[in-house]
């Protein structure tokens, strides 16, 4: 099994679990979120149309390097806020769009006081 598929049916097998919500608000856990389902992988789900056959995984090296780095975690604000001064280019993007939507989120709230 391909590690990029399996990374992609990780990712939809989170966000169901993200999603799942129990009494109160409060999300409840869904067994077994975190480790891909036992048998073989189905990739019925990347079907688009009917009329086409079912993509089937292809080894890791023909996919790109990228790929495999949209399943890491991204940095959290904290960590962005307290390692400022030894951000890369990425990271320090990532920071100053998260700085101008809180900029402009306080001068909506602000513009709606009276």
Do not use: H
Request: include cysteine.
């Amino acid at each position: 099994v391909a590690r990029a598929a399996m990374a992609m049916l990780l990712g939809r097998l989170r966000s169901v679990a993200r999603f799942a919500k129990g009494k109160k608000g409060k999300g409840k856990k869904v067994a077994g979120g975190d480790q891909l389902p036992a048998g073989p992988l189905k990739m019925e789900c990347f079907q688009l149309f009917a009329a086409d056959e079912i993509p089937t995984a292809k080894p890791d090296n023909e996919y790109p390097e990228w790929l495999f780095k949209l399943a890491e975690p991204r940095p959290t604000i904290t960590y962005l806020e307290l390692n400022y001064d030894n951000l890369n280019y990425g990271e320090l993007t990532q920071y100053f769009r998260w700085k101008r939507r809180e900029f402009i989120r306080q001068k909506n709230a602000e513009s709606l006081q009276f």
